[in-house]
């Protein structure tokens, strides 16, 4: 990672699975904010994922290309794979922030618990970033239950970006 000792780095952590526009939209808001993000893709230990983490990976780092190249201004993007505690990576890379994407006042509750922990135990601030009301009631669950129980993935295109519906098309048509 090519920074310096005094860049502001974040980590933008989660299982992204899938990636979606309002995933997107809360990298691209924080771009303004920090030096470097780094999006980590990791296992919730706790959900049953649809997509690998390595195709999870693929997916968001070609919509983040694409981002970048729509607008070079702000923090570069880095994508990657983590295995283990969030908090211990976000220790390796230098991270000076946990950064969060709040769609709605049920996410604040969530996230505020698990931002005072992370304080209490890491000694890591996290930082909250509202996506557009657009993305409200997004959900990368609600996605997953759609594609699994044979929904029309069409209905998704608003709010998953291209790369991943082609896939979420794909995979649908396989099973």
């Given at each position: ?68 190249q ?14 283990g ?10 991270a ?73 098309r ?6």
């Amino acid at each position: 990672m090519a920074t310096s000792d005094t860049a502001h780095i974040a980590l933008y952590a989660g299982s992204f699975d899938p990636p979606t526009l309002g995933h997107l939209d809360v990298i691209n808001r924080a771009r303004r904010l920090f030096d470097h993000i780094v999006v980590g893709i990791g296992d919730n230990p706790d959900k049953r994922h649809m997509l690998d983490s390595e195709a999870r990976c693929s997916l968001m780092r070609r919509e983040v290309e694409s981002l970048l190249q729509r607008d070079a201004k702000g923090a570069q993007v880095q994508v990657e794979v983590y295995e283990g505690l969030t908090v211990d990576f976000a220790r390796s890379i230098g991270a000076a922030a946990l950064l969060r994407g709040i769609r709605n006042v049920t996410d604040l509750a969530a996230e505020c618990q698990l931002a005072i922990a992370n304080r209490q135990v890491a000694d890591i601030e996290s930082v909250f970033v509202i996506t557009d009301e657009r993305f409200g009631f997004t959900s990368s669950s609600l996605i997953r239950q759609i594609v699994e129980l044979g929904g029309d993935v069409e209905k998704l295109t608003g709010i998953v970006p291209p790369s991943v519906l082609d896939h979420l098309r794909s995979s649908q048509s396989i099973a």
